[in-house]
């Protein structure tokens, strides 16, 4: 297939771009300089050098391809009006394409925050109680499920978890500060997460890109409901030398980071019952179970950058 794919040098994105090529999936990326275009066209991938909040730089290109999969955030205060004009621009690509006979597929990134703290084990059909920081992902979401009502056009809703794996995201911060020697959680700490492998969650990508019958919402996770202490005590146990930690008060977090704070210390038990009906398994099942292979993953992935 011919999948054209946002956010292709991000976190998601990155995973995502990896598990398309090991498929054998003709990808365009969109980026943002022509560096990361030529790094990326000597792994085989067809770029275009633009920005999401410049439609008219890729809205052609993303109109020829089989699949749209938008995992790109515009990382600034204007992130939610850049994504709805992504949104809008990259649906209108696909729909027109589908207008013409052609199957298409548009695969949307949203976040398991969008339902707040969870009461019970949280399945798809959930209610909504987004926390500050992704208060405007609803709205995008049904922008999305909208457009894949009553049309050939395919639309899926991916709900990834906290991401771990690599060098990046929340978990790998914890790896950092351990190897700093000071791991600071916000709250108590006897919140659980919901957390995915980031290869995993790219896997369950390539699914819903791919396959006919992949519609609607979809969660990501690996489904362990580990609290974060047990999180940060095992990458303290696995660490060169054992770190202090810090446990921050909420009222203190936010003054430093704002509302992502309260994203962090979200309760969330889910479900990704759906995204196993797509034949979809985590190979990691756990953050504390697999801390001496992330802390491998982390010192091979700063080794590389």
Known sequence: MRIFLTGAT??????????LLRSGHDVTALVRDPERAERLS????????????VPKSYASIAEGCDAIVHTALEQSKRA?????????TLLGSAIRRAAKGNPVA???????????NTSGAAGEEAPLRPTTVVDWRPEHEKLVLDAGRGRVLRTVVVRPGVVYGGARGIVGDFLKDAANGLIRIVGDGGNRWACVYDRDLADLYVRAATQPEAAGIYHVNDEADERV???VEAVAKHAKMEP??????????RGKLGPYADALVLNQIVRS??????GWTPTLHSVAGSVPRLFEEFRTARVAA
């Open 10 to 19: 991000g976190y998601i994105g990155s995973a995502v771009l990896d598990a």
């Open 42 to 53: 000597l792994r085989g991938v067809q770029s275009v050098v633009g920005e999401l909040s």
């Open 80 to 88: 939610a009006v850049v994504d709805r004009q992504a949104i809008e």
């Open 106 to 116: 548009f695969v949307y990134t949203s976040d398991l925050w969008i339902l707040g």
């Open 229 to 231: 202490n047990d999180i």
């Open 244 to 253: 202090d930690i810090r446990h921050m008060p909420l009222d203190e977090a």
């Open 273 to 278: 019952s759906r995204a196993r009906g797509l």
